[in-house]
T-cell receptor, first 111, second 113 residues
Framework: QKEVEQNSGPLSVPEGAIASLNCTYS??????FFWYRQYSGKSPELIMF??SNGDKEDGRFTAQLNKASQYVSLLIRDSQPSDSATYLC???????????WGAGTKLIIKP | NAGVTQTPKFQVLKTGQSMTLQCAQD?????MYWYRQDPGMGLRLIYY???????DKGEVPNGYNVSRLNKREFSLRLESAAPSQTSVYFC????????????FGSGTQLSVL
């Protein structure tokens, strides 16, 4: 069983709609959770991080964490074609700061 | 501000050849990392350097060596390339080990024939 699971997609969402990306993990010791965006042929860039249960909002992006159910989500409101990319979920535990990465979900925003 | 500079961008090797991937950062970061990315798999850590003068193995270190030349530079060497090492390689840096924000280089597409 992979430590970090993401649906590979592609997830197709109409422009202007809400895109919902999900990530589940197996290590209950995980403390920190990150969402990176990776455009095709480019390197990953950090867009959100969350440490506590609940929601964290930054502009059109909202990260949601539920440690009891071991999942973290990323919501993108008012989706734009420029949001089309692969979204990588990553996490770190308190004892090991090496990030563990999911394989990513490819998101396509249709105009 | 260049950030993380990684060379070369593309490389084709024959099995058994050696090469060094170069990485330099100009952000005065303490920690540097080498990852590989393969289709359908997440980024996997090869080696990292938490601070100048230290290096440690990551998840997939076999077949690789690293050198933290100084605070700015962290190189990755393949002594005897194998087809299984065909991948995209990313160098990254962060202010300190455990920092949530990694800054990535543009990547190296390596093919081993």
């Amino acid at each position: 069983q992979k430590e970090v699971e993401q649906n590979s997609g592609p997830l197709s969402v109409p422009e202007g709609a809400i895109a919902s990306l999900n990530c589940t993990y197996s290590d209950r010791g995980s403390q920190s959770f990150f969402w990176y965006r990776q455009y095709s042929g480019k390197s990953p860039e950090l867009i959100m991080f969350i440490y506590s249960n609940g929601d964290k909002e930054d502009g059109r992006f909202t990260a949601q964490l539920n440690k009891a159910s071991q999942y973290v989500s990323l919501l993108i409101r008012d989706s734009q074609p420029s949001d089309s990319a692969t979204y990588l979920c990553a996490l770190a535990s308190e004892s090991n700061y090496q990030l563990i990465w999911g394989a990513g979900t490819k998101l396509i925003i249709k105009p | 501000n260049a950030g993380v500079t990684q060379t070369p961008k593309f490389q084709v090797l024959k099995t058994g050849q050696s090469m060094t991937l170069q990485c330099a950062q100009d952000m005065n970061h303490n920690s540097m990392y080498w990852y590989r990315q393969d289709p359908g798999m997440g980024l996997r850590l090869i080696y990292y350097s938490a601070s100048e003068g230290t290096t440690d193995k990551g998840e997939v270190p076999n077949g690789y060596n690293v050198s933290r030349l100084n605070k700015r530079e962290f190189s990755l060497r393949l002594e005897s390339a194998a087809p299984s090492q065909t991948s995209v390689y990313f160098c990254a840096s962060s202010e300190q080990a455990g920092s949530e924000k990694l800054f990535f280089g543009s990547g190296t597409q390596l093919s081993v024939l």
